[in-house]
């Protein structure tokens, strides 16, 4: 297991030049990309249960990528996809309560009836948050994203038992965290804005998921994200 401050080892990326893994062996195996948001979603997951020894990461190289990836793993041909009792299971937000239903270590989903509810209404509207953030970058994008880091600053309001969306730490912040961390990241580098500015909330939020290691181990390097971000979605700012 991963210790506290100590970067687990990051595998290469496989290619297409790579064999795969001996698949369907008994090992599960947790297929990403290190720069994926979705892909770090079910990362964060792993290693918050403390699955580094039971669930092995494989790193996929998108731009580059393996035939057998799609013809033997995930037809789908995405990131993330979870090799586990002879099957494969992709989409991130079905990844996060797979792994949390199916594995040891600490539960991620509440069990307060209140809590259950509005985490399950945020999860529900994650990809048009996401949707939106994006579509922001193309336009006016402080004004534009606004409303939505309003948005998060309420909902980190509605339970005062802890910093999180839910109070304490959930499946909820996995959801929103890769894209929390690219777009505070990418608003104060490019657009010099930054996004807890008078959201004291979300500024907390950032600074405790920045305490845990089962997150941290998976953070994207910022001026990569900032440099992929500028190619792909920012060529204006380039
Ligand atoms: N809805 C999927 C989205 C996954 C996704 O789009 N992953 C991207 C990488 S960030 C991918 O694999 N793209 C490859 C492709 O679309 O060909 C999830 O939540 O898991």
Redesign the pocket.
């Known amino acids: 297991m991963a210790t506290a401050g100590v970067q687990e080892a990051r595998p290469a990326p496989l290619t297409s030049t790579s064999e795969p893994p001996p698949l369907f062996d008994g090992t599960t195996r947790l297929y990403i990309?290190y720069?994926?948001?979705?892909?770090q979603?079910a990362w964060i997951t792993r290693n918050y249960k403390g699955l580094q020894e039971k669930i092995k990461l494989i790193p996929i190289d998108?731009g580059n990528r393996p035939a057998w990836y799609k013809e033997k793993v995930y037809p789908q041909?995405?990131?993330?996809s979870l090799e586990h009792n002879g099957k494969v299971i992709?989409?991130?937000?079905d990844?996060i309560k797979y792994i949390d239903a199916n594995f040891e270590g600490p539960s991620l989903v509440p069990t307060d009836p209140a809590k259950k509810e509005f985490g399950e209404q945020l999860v529900s509207q994650v990809?048009s948050v996401t949707t939106d953030l994006y579509a922001a970058l193309k336009g006016d994008a402080i004004r534009q994203a606004s409303p939505i880091f309003d948005s998060f600053e309420n909902a980190l309001g509605k339970f005062d038992d802890g910093p999180f969306f839910l109070g304490q730490f959930s499946w909820v912040d996995i959801a929103y965290l890769p894209f929390i961390e690219r777009f505070h990241v990418v608003f104060a580098e490019v657009f010099k804005h930054d996004i807890t500015e008078g959201r004291p909330k979300l500024r907390a939020f950032i600074e405790e998921v920045n305490k845990i290691d089962a997150y941290t181990q998976t953070r994207f390097d910022r001026k990569e994200l900032v440099d992929l971000y500028k190619r792909r979605f920012l060529p204006q700012q380039q």
Not at 35 to 39: D, G, I, L, S, V
Not at 90 to 93: A, I, K, N, P, T
């Open positions: 990309c720069y994926c948001p979705y892909a979603r998108l041909n995405k990131v993330p992709g989409e991130s937000l990844l990809d």
